[in-house]
């Protein structure tokens, strides 16, 4: 199992970037493929990015395409989230969430599709 905590969120004036941080215990994070999803009041969580297990494919969701970059350092067991040109629609708590996946290729956009999720953090993008 791995347990998952997120940290980077809070108030950022629209344009501005942020990068969160998402902290994974246990030995075996190399095998997991991770994702970052979003929620923000009222709507159903979002798919952001997934990165996989190895670091070499990733993948992003239409509305962040261009403007975010996930990456992940295996030798830290910690994945990120760098969100440029934010926007005031990017307001949202997201959310760090992993499945392990080794050796697919897979990157699943689905959120049932991941195992393991962090307890979130608050992003609040300022007109």
């Known amino acids: 199992q791995v347990q998952l905590v997120e940290s980077g969120g809070g108030l950022v004036q629209a344009g501005g970037s942020l990068r969160l941080s998402c902290a994974a215990s246990?030995?075996?994070?190399?095998?997991?493929?991770m994702g970052w999803f979003r929620q923000a009041p009222g709507k159903e969580r979002e798919f952001a990015a997934a990165i996989m297990w190895g670091g070499g494919n990733t993948r992003y969701g239409d509305s962040v395409k261009g403007r975010f970059t996930i990456s992940r350092d295996n030798a830290k067991n910690t994945v990120y989230l760098q969100m440029n040109s934010l926007k005031p629609e990017d307001t949202a708590v997201y959310y760090c969430?992993?499945?392990?996946?080794?050796?697919?290729?897979?990157?699943?956009?689905?959120?049932?599709?991941?195992?393991?999720w962090g307890q979130g953090t608050q992003v609040t993008v300022s007109s």
């Open positions: 246990g030995r075996t994070f190399s095998r997991y493929t």
């Open positions: 969430a992993g499945r392990m996946d080794y050796p697919s290729t897979r990157l699943p956009v689905d959120r049932f599709e991941y195992n393991y």
